[in-house]
C-alpha cells in the first residue's frame, strides 16, 4: 500500500484535526480502488470496527470528497465512490449529538506504534502495530485531572522508546508508571516494546477506572503482564502494596509523562520517588515533560538535586509535525525528557 495513504489513515485514525492531514495526491485519490481502499479503511465500521466519532468523520470526509472532485479530469472515465457518498449523506442526515455533549462522550484513537524511523511495519494481515484507547478529549474531571487524554510529552516519550537507544530501558524488564492517565505508555511497553511486567498507577480513581478499560481493548487485562492501581504520591511506599509489587515484579524503570506540570504536587512526587529509590537504589526514572512554565520544570530540576538525585537530559528532537510518520503531536511548547537515578553513595 502507497505510504501516503497508510500516513493519511494513521493521522485520520489519531484524529488528527483536518487541516493538519496529509492528503493523499491527486493521481491516487481519482483511483477507484483507492476509493473503495479508503472507504473501507477509515469509514467502514464492518471492516474498521472502533472508528473516529461521527462528528470527526464528517470534518475528514467533507473535504476529502472536494479534493477528489478536484483531481478528476475526465468525468467519463473518473468519478466519485458511491460509497463515500452514500456515507456522507447518511452522516449529514444523522441526527448527532450537540457539541457540548459530544465533548463528554467517549471517543476511540488508534494511535500507530512505529519507531520514528520505519515507514511502515505490516504484518500478514495488511495491520500496523497499534494501540487503541478511549479518550474523553476535552473533559477534566472534578479533582482537576487531565488523565482522560494523551497529551504531547507521552507520545514524545513514546517515540524515544521506540528508538535503538530507548527500548533497551523497557525490554525484558519491569516497569512502573506514575500518573499513567490514558495508559498509553504503559500499553506501548507492554504491547510493543516487551516489557516483562508493567505496574500502571494513576492518582484519580476515576481515571483508573477507565485505565483499565483501555487495558481490555488492547488485550492486557491479564494482572500477570499489567496490574492497575492508584497511587497517590508523597505517602509512605513501606507496607503498602507497592512494596509487595515491588517484591514480585522488582521495578527496573519508571516512566511517567506530563507529571511535573504542578508546582503543589512536585515536592509529593519527589517523596515517592525517594521512597522508590529506597527499595531499588538502581532504578531508573525516566520522566517528560511539556515545559508550558520554564519555572515550574525548574522547581522539579531543584527538588531532583536536593534529594542528590542525579538528573540527565535526554538528547531526543521531536521532528515538525509536518514530518512525524506516527504519533503525531505538536512540538511549538518544548519537549524534555529527563533521566533520573541516585548515584551509588560509595
Not at 476535552?138 to 482522560?148: D, E, K, M, Q
Not at 509529593?268 to 511539556?290: C, H, K, N, Y
Not at 542528590?308 to 506516527?326: G, L, N, W, Y
Request: proline share 6%; hydrophobic share 40%.
Amino acid at each position: 500500500m502507497d505510504p501516503q495513504l497508510l500516513l493519511f489513515r494513521r493521522q485520520y485514525l489519531q484524529l488528527v484535526e483536518p487541516d493538519f492531514l496529509a492528503w493523499p495526491p491527486k493521481v491516487l485519490l481519482k483511483d477507484p480502488h483507492i476509493q473503495s481502499w479508503v472507504y473501507k479503511k477509515l469509514f467502514d465500521a464492518k471492516h474498521t470496527i472502533r472508528l473516529p466519532p461521527e462528528q470527526y468523520q464528517i470534518r475528514a470526509l467533507k473535504p476529502l470528497l472536494a479534493k477528489i472532485e478536484q483531481s478528476i479530469d475526465d468525468e467519463e472515465e473518473d468519478e466519485i465512490s458511491d460509497e463515500l457518498m452514500t456515507h456522507f449523506s447518511t452522516l449529514i442526515a444523522t441526527t448527532l449529538p450537540p457539541e457540548t455533549t459530544a465533548v463528554q462522550q467517549k471517543t476511540y484513537v488508534t494511535f500507530s506504534c512505529l519507531p520514528p524511523s520505519a515507514s511502515t511495519s505490516l504484518d500478514d494481515n495488511g495491520n500496523e502495530p497499534t494501540a487503541t484507547l478511549l479518550e474523553r478529549r476535552h473533559l477534566i474531571s472534578g479533582s482537576r485531572t487531565t488523565g482522560f487524554r494523551t497529551w504531547e510529552a507521552a507520545l514524545h516519550l513514546g517515540s524515544y522508546l521506540m528508538t535503538s537507544d530507548g527500548r533497551p530501558l523497557v525490554q525484558g524488564r519491569n516497569v512502573l508508571e506514575l500518573g499513567a492517565g490514558t495508559g498509553f505508555l504503559s500499553i506501548l511497553c507492554a504491547k510493543h516494546l516487551q516489557a516483562k511486567h508493567v505496574t500502571t498507577t494513576d492518582g484519580d480513581e476515576g481515571v483508573v477506572e477507565s485505565l483499565r478499560e483501555n487495558l481490555f481493548l488492547n488485550d492486557l487485562d491479564d494482572e500477570l503482564k499489567v496490574l492497575t492501581s492508584i497511587l497517590r504520591w508523597g505517602q509512605g511506599l513501606r507496607g503498602t502494596w507497592v512494596e509487595e509489587d515491588c517484591e514480585s515484579w522488582p521495578y527496573d524503570v519508571v516512566v511517567g509523562a506530563d507529571i511535573t506540570y504542578d508546582k503543589v504536587a512536585i515536592s509529593a512526587l519527589v517523596a515517592t520517588l525517594r521512597s522508590l529509590f529506597d527499595m531499588r537504589p538502581q532504578l531508573e526514572v525516566i520522566i517528560s515533560g511539556a515545559v508550558r512554565n520554564a519555572e515550574t520544570f525548574e522547581t522539579f530540576r531543584h527538588a531532583c538535586s536536593r534529594n542528590h538525585f542525579s538528573v540527565e537530559d535526554v538528547e531526543f528532537q521531536p521532528k515538525p509535525m509536518r514530518e512525524q510518520i506516527a504519533l503525531f503531536y505538536a512540538t511549538a511548547v518544548p519537549l524534555k525528557i529527563l533521566k533520573i537515578s541516585r548515584p551509588d553513595p560509595n
